[in-house]
């Protein structure tokens, strides 16, 4: 949660690079989802994943983890672990592209 | 008279044994059973110990230092241990110290002592797992891998013998070597089903087929919290970043 204005900075700086951001939450509580969404301004897209099917399809067992898709949909890079990860990731991606 | 006071005597020596029977029972009830008083020494050892290491590192001391507490403290229990064989109480206090060892970068120490366990004590549960830390942090798999192949045959405990397994395939693969990985995790879904581990292995497995780098993300599509339509086929030519997060 403490990267959460990283995101939203970087979020903020490269939309017009094409870049979106999707918000997965495992969380069951949907109102305390939205409460945080609301006092943190998070206003990127958001879907929950109450239901871990998403978890499951990308295997991912704890929080934060990124994936970063490139712009055919193909896996960049896979369950980074920080946002400084995910930031060194995303530097490279849109160098190459 | 006589009669009355006999009564009263009656009474008297009645109320004296139900007193000393509900003393007992009370008594009893709140004494907790010896194994239960062991945990609560353990327990109480392991909190003292976090406390020490919390302020050590607050007041600047490094993990690896030689006066961290953790090592203090691990010898405290492993002392414990031997002074008490086979109780549930050990198996705590064992896993402590080996990993209060690992936290510390005793990782040559904390393998002397692992490999005095036999391979059918109960602690291997998690210390297993331990294994698993430390070789991640000196990116030396070889003393786990050995030691798993021997529980996979020895341990007694099958949930022990599926983690061992599924921990070879984790250190494969975390080595690098996705074919001994794989047969690792396939091992687990076969011989060990319906279990966690079967599951987490089966996980890896679609992983290590599936969710590689350059190969395209599984499609999903389900409506944003908003109630908008989200997919990512319909965020092709985007660059996305997908991140599972929790409130909690």
């Known amino acids: 949660m403490g990267e959460v204005p990283l995101l939203k900075e970087l979020y903020e700086q490269s939309k017009d690079q094409g870049v979106v951001v999707v918000g997965i939450s495992l969380d069951e509580d949907l109102k305390k989802v939205h409460e945080v969404l609301t006092s943190k301004g998070m206003s990127w897209p958001q879907v929950s994943d109450a239901d871990q099917a998403l978890c499951k399809l990308f295997n991912v067992k704890g929080t934060p983890t990124y994936y970063l898709l490139d712009r055919d949909g193909k896996i960049a890079a896979k369950k980074l672990p920080s946002f400084k990860k995910l930031r060194d990731a995303l530097d490279l991606l849109l160098k190459k592209s | 008279m006589a009669q009355k006071s006999f009564v009263r005597l ?164 975390r080595k690098g070597d996705v074919d001994q990985a794989r047969i690792a995790f396939q091992t687990v879904v076969a011989e060990y089903p319906n279990t966690s581990n079967a599951e987490e292995a089966e996980g890896n497995l679609r992983e290590i087929e599936l969710l590689n780098v350059g190969q395209p993300a599984p499609e999903f599509d389900r409506p944003t919290l908003n109630g908008d339509p989200l997919s990512l086929a319909g965020l092709k030519g985007k660059v996305v970043v997908l991140k599972f997060w929790a409130t909690y």
């Open chain 2, 10 to 173: 009656f009474g008297s020596l009645l109320g004296l044994v139900l007193f000393l029977v509900l003393t007992a029972i009370a008594q009893n009830s709140s004494r907790p059973a010896p194994n239960d008083r062991e945990m609560d020494r353990v327990q109480a050892m392991i909190t003292q110990a976090k406390k020490e290491a919390d302020q050590f590192l607050k007041s600047g001391g490094k993990a690896d230092d030689a006066n961290h507490p953790n090592l203090k403290w691990a010898a405290t229990l492993w002392h414990y241990r031997l002074e008490h064989p086979g109780t549930p109480a050990t198996k705590v206090a064992t896993i402590q110290a080996l990993s209060m060892l690992y936290r510390s970068n005793r990782v040559s120490e904390m393998q002397a002592k692992a490999d005095t366990l036999k391979l059918d004590d109960p602690a291997w549960e998690q210390i297993i797992n331990v294994l698993l830390f430390a070789s991640t942090t000196t990116k030396d798999y070889g003393y786990l891998i050995s030691k798993a192949e021997a529980l996979t045959h020895s341990a007694v405990d099958p949930k022990i013998k599926a983690l061992a397994r599924f921990n070879i395939g984790e250190a494969y693969w």
